[in-house]
Every structure is written in C-alpha cells, then in structure tokens.
C-alpha cells in the first residue's frame, strides 16, 4: 500500500477553518480510497471521512456533516480535508489511511480496510 503523509494542522480558534493535506509520492496513490482520521488523548481513533478514487463518493461522520470536506486532486496526489466552524472537542491528531476501493464506500463498520496510516498532524482548536 501507499504510505502517506498529512500536513495542514495548526492552531485555530473555535469557528475557525484549517484545510489539512494528505500527500504521497507514490504513483498508485490515485487507484486506492482515502480516509481522514482523528485521535484525541485518551480516546480512540475515530473515522471522520473518506473519498473514493475518482473524487465522487465521499463519505463523514455525522458529526462533521456540512462542516467539513473532503476532496482530491489526483494531479498533486492530494487529498484534502477542508475543515470550517471548528469546535474545540475537535483537538487532535488527524491522519490518513488507504482503502483498496471495491467499488463502494458501503461498509458494515465505515473504518473498516483501512490501514497504514501514515504520520498524522497535530490540530488544536481553543475556545
């Protein structure tokens, strides 16, 4: 699989925006789903989004819903996480993983297939 990097993290004020990035050299990186993930001290990783390989099915937490979106340019082999009225239980490290794509994002468990996730980056949000 392809190993990835995310970058874009920061300090943001609550109802702030930050757009996080999730690069990787490698030139498979288009065929592959990619998720954006969050760990803050103490709890577990939880899912936050995901887009397909062509950019058309996305998927979010409910959570996150009309908040956040998740988009990639296959050109850069980017995908961004572009995040807007952040809210401070929204602190913490945010990375990405990979998914062989099967043709849906329709997973019993939505994490599910994901692995590898690559350096993650440090979000804060102060209130």
């Known amino acids: 699989q392809v190993h990835l990097v995310a970058s874009g993290g920061g300090l943001a004020q609550t109802g702030g925006s930050l757009r996080l990035s999730c690069t990787s050299s490698?030139?498979?990186?288009?065929?592959?789903?990619i998720g954006w993930f969050r760990q803050a001290p103490g709890k577990d990783r939880e899912f936050v989004a995901s887009v397909s390989p062509n950019g058309g099915e996305t998927q979010y937490v409910d959570s996150v819903k009309g908040r956040f979106t998740i988009s990639r340019n296959r050109a850069e082999k980017t995908v961004y996480l572009q995040m807007d009225s952040l809210k401070a239980e929204e602190t913490a490290v945010y990375s990405c993983a990979p998914r062989a794509w099967r043709g849906t994002n329709d997973y019993t468990e939505v994490s599910a297939g994901f692995a590898n996730w690559g350096r993650g980056t440090q979000v804060t949000v102060s209130s």
């Open positions: 490698e030139p498979t990186f288009y065929i592959y789903e």
